[in-house]
């Protein structure tokens, strides 16, 4: 049997991927968790692609990426062709151009202000602002396309952290049950706790989008207050000096390896599949370094939403994780931000411990109802599979964004310790998820009942299934 992958894909649904099929294509190479970008979707499109992901898979995650206070360009028809030393004017609505999503950048920004267009297409400098237009002069690019992303280095804009798109669309996923909202240009604490105002007492989970020298100087603030980090290389490489992304990628990710919160590493990972069946061998080797650096997941953007190749794709990315996979080190991190996880991270690096001693082991059961200790077990690189028994379908599914998890839903609670074992192996033999043979090593933390706490201890066992399905 071959060996499963064990970093998680996330995969931007668009026009490329829209059809049943396709998805199927997606799931079966690999994907788990499908991202819609609210950018460019309205809700009847959140809808139809969350009915098609569901028919096909109770397993994949939904992931509703909203813009925030990202200031994008007005949609028009025909791309505005310019040329080095051209004046360009980004007027008010009626104009041609104008910042749809944020009118009043006009009084953010100064004279000789960087201006970026669609990651790098184009590039200006402000020259003039007068009367609520700014003028600007071309410095290269050919051409400036409907709707696109502007990125201004350096300067701190004022615009409010959602939008009320933002908020409809966060209001429809919280009704239909969605997993994850990923919120764009995440700049400190504040910014992510705004957010969090709006999901609170619900199932979703917040990724933070990190993409400019904001959000990278607070990182550590940012991290202490959500569930997860998307590191947005688009965005921040233009914000940024693209020649710092790589140490910035690796230090961001180390850090969120360090406080058990999954990191996605995204844009441009196989950006030549859009148009071709094949990656460049660099694409190949950043995808690889990406799951070296420890990322839980890797992302595509237009490789799957309006590329040619989606689900070649896909296929792509798998076959290079599974084969980098095999070269993770396993280690014990030094903990950030678990202040209130000890017994779980206790228990990890025991498992460590234990596992160096007793290679035979090929298994991890942890019972986990909120998927805690199994996100501090894959934080240790450990070559073994996680199987991890949580309390409802969103725990399973959040835990598709967990390098090395396998989570199937068990929801029960003890009051004997000998038959929480018992239950355990037998349950996740019947699901397919454990075979006769295996050596497994199961842990299990003791939970709260609404008339106490439950009386069997936390649970620290090697087990061989086999004694468990033989014997009543």
């Not at 202490?224 to 947005?232: E, P």
């Not at 069946?277 to 990406?290: C, G, L, Q």
Request: glycine share 6%; aromatic share 6%; charged share 25%.
């Amino acid at each position: 049997m071959s060996r499963p992958k064990k970093t998680k894909i996330v995969c931007t649904i668009g026009p490329s991927s829209w059809d049943e099929n396709v998805l199927a294509g997606l799931v079966k190479n690999g994907m788990n968790v499908a991202r819609i970008n609210g950018a460019f979707a309205d809700i009847d499109e959140l809808k139809r692609v969350a009915t098609s992901i569901r028919n096909i898979s109770e397993d994949v995650a939904l992931m509703l990426d909203i813009k925030g206070h990202e200031v994008r360009l007005n949609k028009f028809d025909e791309p505005l062709i310019i040329n080095k030393g051209d004046e360009v004017v980004l007027g008010i609505k009626g104009d041609r151009l104008y910042p749809a999503t944020y009118p009043e950048l006009h009084k953010d920004i100064k004279e000789g202000q960087i201006m970026i267009v669609d990651k790098g297409a184009a590039k200006m400098e402000v020259v003039k602002i007068a009367d609520g237009r700014i003028y600007a002069k071309v410095i290269n690019g050919k051409e400036i396309k409907s709707g696109k992303g502007m990125n201004f280095p350096g300067a701190h804009l004022k615009n409010p952290t959602l939008t009320a798109k933002d908020v409809d669309q966060i209001n429809f996923i919280i009704q239909d049950k969605w997993d994850f909202v990923a919120a764009s240009f995440i700049r400190d604490q504040n910014d992510a706790l705004y957010v969090k105002k709006y999901i609170a007492n619900t199932q979703l989970q917040l990724i933070a989008k990190i993409e400019d020298q904001q959000g990278v100087d607070n990182f550590d603030d940012i991290l202490r207050v959500v569930d997860g980090i998307m590191i947005a290389r688009g965005d921040m490489g233009t914000e940024l000096p693209f020649e710092k992304l790589p140490i910035i990628q690796k230090e961001l990710i180390f850090k969120c390896n360090q406080a058990a919160k999954p990191v996605i590493t995204a844009t441009n990972m196989l950006e030549s599949m859009i148009d071709n069946p094949f990656p460049t061998r660099a694409e190949i080797t950043d995808v690889a370094n990406a799951v070296l650096d420890g990322s839980d997941a890797i992302m595509t953007s237009g490789e799957t939403s309006s590329g040619k190749y989606p689900v070649e794709c896909v296929e792509t990315m798998t076959k290079i994780a599974k084969e980098s996979e095999q070269y993770l080190v396993p280690e014990i991190l030094p903990a950030l931000q678990l202040e209130d996880m000890k017994i779980n991270l206790a228990m990890a690096n025991a498992a460590y411990e234990v596992y160096s001693q007793l290679e035979e082991i090929n298994k991890i059961v942890v019972y986990t109802r909120s998927g805690v200790t199994a996100r501090i077990l894959a934080r240790l690189n450990l070559p073994l599979r996680i199987i991890a028994f949580v309390a409802n379908d969103h725990t399973k599914r959040q835990l598709g964004l967990s390098k090395g998890v396998e989570a199937h839903i068990l929801n029960k609670y003890w009051v004997d310790r000998d038959q929480a074992i018992k239950d355990m192996i037998t349950n996740g033999y019947e699901m397919g998820a454990l075979k006769k043979d295996d050596k497994v090593l199961l842990i299990g933390n003791s939970t709260r009942t609404g008339k106490g706490v439950v009386n069997y201890p936390n649970i620290f066992e090697y087990i061989e299934v086999k004694n468990y399905l033989d014997n009543d």
